[in-house]
């Protein structure tokens, strides 16, 4: 009897704790963080969504603020031995993964993300082992352990193209985690797939209505949509991409508003990038809500200062990846990878997928 496999639930969701720092501490805590990092010939690697006092720290020591693929790839060229991953625990993975060499640490170990924990290895194997005639497509938010078992990992600026490959050559898609990112390619690219049912706690949590009123009270905005977002909500955007795609058209677009419905911890890139334009945050409370919007990842909020410099002080928070499943996971990236070098396709591009 075949066992029905659907996304295990992600209840544990802790509260968003962000760093609060007075300006003496936090230039205590840089300056102490810069002679630890010198002396360990480390390099600072932080996500969009963390904290701009984390960002602002890797652009003044010379490293990377990037969506997850990049901040490994900047740290697999960079000469630095040992890699600071301000994100959450997937992205130090997949950093250890293309680096297995370079000390891989972490502010905090424990900041998850709800795609990767809705999508645990031993159930995704035996969902991929019910459907043995399709190709294994996973997004870039899954452990190590299920990119071993795919055989293409993708970012969310390549996943239609990549998909819409593998259509055009007859296969049809089992694709994980995210099932608002799964169906959106789908949909653009009409290929045949099988989705699992996982999703984003910020993304999913975006309503349409709420950013309908929004656009009428600034008519003027562009509404800009992460493609983890529930369909009714890309439905109503201008531009849908990757984060970086979105960082981008508040640059490039005309626009003086933007309704951004992402993670808000990018707001702090799209300033610096777009200083004179207005950023609203797309609802994600409905009638009743304590917010209007709390769109921001609680374990993203786990980094900060002061853990990453306590992680430098005892070298604690190690990522560590098992060699085989790492040899098996880096397959499914270096396609992707290799399919982006003969396309001439920017993983990081500014078109919307």
């Known amino acids: 009897m075949t066992r029905i496999i659907t996304a295990s639930p992600v209840t544990d969701v802790p509260p968003v704790v ?4 007075e300006a003496a501490e936090r230039t205590e805590l840089k300056a102490r963080i810069k002679r630890l990092m010198q002396a360990q010939d480390a390099i600072l690697l932080a996500h969009y969504y963390t904290s701009g006092d984390l960002q602002d720290l890797a652009v003044e020591t010379g490293g990377c603020v990037s969506d997850s693929l990049e901040m490994a790839r900047f740290g697999h060229a960079s000469k630095a031995r040992t890699l600071l991953v301000a994100g959450v625990r997937f992205m130090g993975e997949t950093a250890k993964i293309l680096n297995p060499e370079k000390r891989v640490l972490m502010p905090d170990l424990g900041a998850e993300c709800s795609l990767d924990l809705s999508c645990p290895a031993s159930d995704f194997a035996e969902f991929c082992d019910q ?6 497509v996973v997004y870039a938010n899954t ?6 078992r795919a055989d293409w990992m993708v970012t969310s600026s390549i996943a239609v193209p990549v998909v819409r490959h593998l259509a055009e050559r007859g296969e049809k898609i089992l694709w ?27 993304h999913e949590r975006f309503k349409a209505d709420g950013i309908r009123e929004l656009k009428r009270e600034h008519p003027e905005a562009a509404i800009l949509v992460h ?17 970086t795609q979105l960082i981008n058209a508040v640059r490039d ?7 951004v419905a992402t993670d808000n911890g990018i707001f702090h890139k799209m300033r610096e990038v777009a200083p004179g334009k207005l ?47 790492g040899t098996r996971a880096l397959g499914s990236i270096s396609r992707m990878l290799e399919f ?10 500014r078109s919307a997928d």
């Open 18 to 21: 962000e760093e609060q720092l």
């Open 143 to 148: 452990s190590a352990a299920v990119k071993a």
């Open 176 to 202: 994980a985690p995210d099932r608002y990112l799964g169906d959106y390619v789908r949909r653009e690219t009409g290929a045949d797939m099988v989705l699992w049912q996982g999703s984003c706690v910020v």
């Open 279 to 325: 950023l609203l945050e797309a609802p994600t409370g409905g009638r009743g809500a304590t917010c209007v919007s709390c769109a921001h990842c609680p374990w993203m909020a786990m980094n900060g200062l002061r853990n990453l410099l306590a992680v430098l002080e005892t070298g604690a928070n190690e990522v560590h990846v098992d060699p085989a499943v």
């Open 227 to 243: 493609p983890e977002s529930p369909a009714e909500v890309i439905e109503l955007a201008d531009v849908v991409g990757s984060t």
């Open 253 to 259: 677009l005309p626009q003086p508003t933007f309704i």
């Open 131 to 136: 459907h043995p005639d399709r190709t294994v």
């Open 340 to 349: 982006a070098t003969t396309r001439n396709l920017a993983l990081r591009g």
